[in-house]
């Protein structure tokens, strides 16, 4: 299943570095999340975007900073992060952000380590 | 406090034999619930969902049962097979928050031998 795509799939970061991380939806959806999956911890829903207009911040630090140029990308910049950011950050899109029930399908992920 | 428990963090399966994976919730407002697949190095994969107007939804060995007295749901795999090895995680929204934001479990790793 390639509809939603992340790159890079692994990310190895010093707290002083600026980077992005990349996600593409192909199934024509209308909505895209970020989440965050901590070491035994569930998924936590980071940011929610609705035709490219930012629907939630779920309490998210500010040196994550999300973008959503179009209703297929989306991308989540990274600046002085901390060593408990380090986890894996997973892009999901669904058909639409509004409509109840609506199924979220996710990317593989990108492995980000921070040292 | 987490909304969404899956307190058995695994479970060991025959093939062939079913395998039961179980959740509980406490937010009586969800009325949407998932079970996801996760296999390592991959994102989670969507399995099957219920809504709350029904108490059981069947989609070929996959079966989810929920019981909202309870506040529980389960996912039937029958017969299970190797590669329904991985980590399933349940979760749940709720249709007032005006839009779809779930809420996981922390997961249950099955294991089906041969």
């Known amino acids: 299943e390639t509809g939603v795509t992340q790159t890079p799939r692994h990310l190895v970061m010093g707290m002083t570095n600026k980077k992005s991380l990349k996600c593409e939806q192909h199934?024509?959806?209308?909505?895209m999340y970020w989440y965050k999956q901590s070491a035994k911890k569930p998924l936590e829903l980071m940011f929610v975007?609705?035709?490219?207009?930012?629907?939630e911040n779920n309490s998210v630090p500010s040196r994550f900073s999300p973008e959503c140029p179009n209703s297929s990308h989306l991308f989540l910049h990274l600046h002085t992060l901390q060593p408990e950011d380090s986890a894996l950050y997973l892009c999901a899109s669904s058909q639409e952000v509004a409509i109840a029930p609506d199924t979220q399908y996710f990317g593989p992920g990108t492995r980000l380590t921070v040292l | 406090d987490q909304q969404v428990k899956q307190n058995s963090p695994s479970l060991s399966v025959q093939e062939g034999r079913i395998s039961i994976l179980n959740c509980d919730y406490t937010n009586s407002m969800f009325d949407y619930f998932l079970w996801y697949k996760k296999y390592p190095a991959e994102g989670p994969t969507f399995l099957i969902s219920i809504s709350s107007i029904k108490d059981k939804n069947e989609d070929g060995r996959f079966t989810v049962f929920l019981n909202k007295s309870a506040k529980h749901l389960s996912l039937h795999i029958v017969p299970s097979q190797p590669g329904d090895s991985a980590v399933y995680f349940c979760a749940a929204s709720a249709s007032n928050t005006g839009f779809q934001k779930l809420v996981f479990g922390t997961g249950t790793r099955l294991l089906v031998s041969p």
């Open positions: 199934l024509g959806h209308n909505a």
């Open positions: 975007y609705s035709l490219e207009e930012r629907v």
